[in-house]
T-cell receptor, first 112, second 113 residues
């Protein structure tokens, strides 16, 4: 099937690290993405990783990819209240369309 | 530069009416996508345009849904005879094919009463 799965909710304290997990089904995925959606706002591309990479770091964000287990994670260091949002992972299967298959989203709540 | 824009931002319509949603992609982006996001769910792919190629309509849920795009400019998504299950946020994204990243507009929230 085309399911991309995420846990629904994560609560952390300000200053702690957050780890949001995602599992996907298609081993032919070429790119994997993390998007952030704040209330009433559109999707903001945070970062992405190519499928032949294991890790990508971008400031406070670290993406880990375990291709064997089809597992993707997003680590946010020093989480701030402004990081509170819904985080979506998405896989791209390339080809002519490059359509994205999205997970259901993880709501990250950051407690002060 | 300007991002992806969509209009209207909100649309309330009666069941059975037709609606038209508009998307202005980022200038120079050749690819354009429409997605639907139902309440509390992830995004569902609807349709994809790339230049003058035939669109990929594989995600359209029924023949009441159609979309057009002229060249690499504006796209319109039309829903005929709207049903309550069509209520959702409709998101448009564009990308430069050489990069692949998709940039999303703010969406149109459609409510069918």
């Amino acid at each position: 099937g085309e399911d991309v799965e995420q846990s629904l909710f994560l609560s952390v304290r300000e200053g702690d690290s957050s780890v949001i997990n995602c599992t996907y089904t298609d081993s032919s995925s070429t790119y994997l993405y993390w998007y952030k959606q704040e209330p009433g706002a559109g999707l903001q591309l945070l970062t992405y990783i190519f499928s032949n990479m294991d890790m990508k770091q971008d400031q406070r964000l670290t993406v880990l990819l375990n291709k064997k287990d089809k597992h993707l994670s997003l680590r946010i260091a020093d989480t701030q209240t402004g990081d509170s949002a819904i985080y979506f992972c998405a896989e791209s299967r390339g080809g002519a369309t490059n359509k994205l298959i999205f997970g259901t989203g993880t709501l990250l709540a950051v407690q002060p | 530069g300007a991002g992806v824009s969509q209009s209207p931002s909100n649309k309330v319509t009666e069941k059975g009416k037709d609606v038209e949603l508009r998307c202005d992609p980022i200038s120079g982006h050749t690819a354009l996508y429409w997605y639907r996001q139902r309440l509390g769910q992830g995004l569902e792919f609807l349709i994809y345009f790339q230049g003058n190629s035939a669109p990929d309509k594989s995600g359209l849920p029924s023949d009441r849904f159609s979309a057009e795009r002229t060249g690499e400019s504006v796209s319109t998504l039309t829903i005929q005879r709207t049903q309550q299950e069509d209520s959702a946020v409709y998101l448009c994204a564009s990308s430069s094919l050489s990069v692949g990243e998709q940039y999303f507009g703010p969406g149109t929230r459609l409510t069918v009463t």
